[in-house]
Structures are given as structure tokens and as C-alpha cells.
Nanobody
């Protein structure tokens, strides 16, 4: 059974920082690209950042230079360090993986709310 469990969301003032964590189980964590998405109210869910099995990273333009994605394969955990937060970062953040476990599927965490107040 694949599970992704996020934590670390909360409320913060503009300019502040938060670190999100996602612990994965049921997959060969080190071999998978891990993704962070976010969904703001009334908007589509969008990819924010991802990190490949080899550590390569990609970011949406709006978070480049402010967010850092990283992974700890010994803890089956992916992180999203978010600095210089602004109100446009307010959203529910989701951890995601496309993994092949008795078939290939998209797996999502339950989401964690990030609210930035100005």
C-alpha cells in the first residue's frame, strides 16, 4: 500500500518561511521522482517543484530562488523549503509520485494547507 503523508503547513506572514515534509511508504523511494503540487482556491492543481532519483530539480518560475526541494532517501522523505512567502503562495500543497507497484499509478498525499497573510 502506497502512502504519502505531508506535514509542515500552517499560517505565516508574508516574507516568512515554512518547510513541508512528505514521508513515503510502499514504494522504492530512492528510485522515484518526487513532486510537490499546489492548488489555490478556485484554481487548478499545479506542479511547483520536483526532484529526480539522482537529485536533479525543477521549479516553476514563480518559486525559483525562493523554494528548495530536497530528499533524504534514508528517511523516505521529500522536503520543500519555502522562503520569502507571499500571498500568492497560499494553497493546499500536495506530495505526489507516479510509481509502479503492481501496476503504475499516480499517488497523492492528503495535502497540507499553507496560508500566507500580508
Amino acid at each position: 500500500q502506497v502512502q504519502l503523508v505531508e506535514s509542515g503547513g500552517g499560517s505565516v506572514q508574508a516574507g516568512g518561511s515554512l518547510r513541508l515534509s512528505c514521508v513515503a511508504s510502499g514504494i522504492t523511494f530512492s528510485g522515484n521522482t518526487m513532486n510537490w503540487y499546489r492548488q489555490a482556491p478556485g484554481k487548478q492543481r499545479l506542479l511547483v517543484a520536483n526532484i529526480g532519483s539522482g537529485g536533479s530539480t525543477n521549479y516553476v518560475n514563480s518559486v525559483k530562488g525562493r523554494f528548495t526541494i530536497s530528499r533524504d532517501n534514508t528517511k523516505n522523505t521529500v522536503y520543500l523549503q519555502m522562503n520569502s512567502l507571499n500571498d500568492e503562495d497560499t494553497a493546499v500543497y500536495y506530495c505526489h509520485v507516479f510509481a509502479c507497484v503492481l501496476g503504475c499509478n499516480d499517488y497523492w498525499g492528503q495535502g497540507t494547507q499553507v496560508t500566507v497573510s500580508s
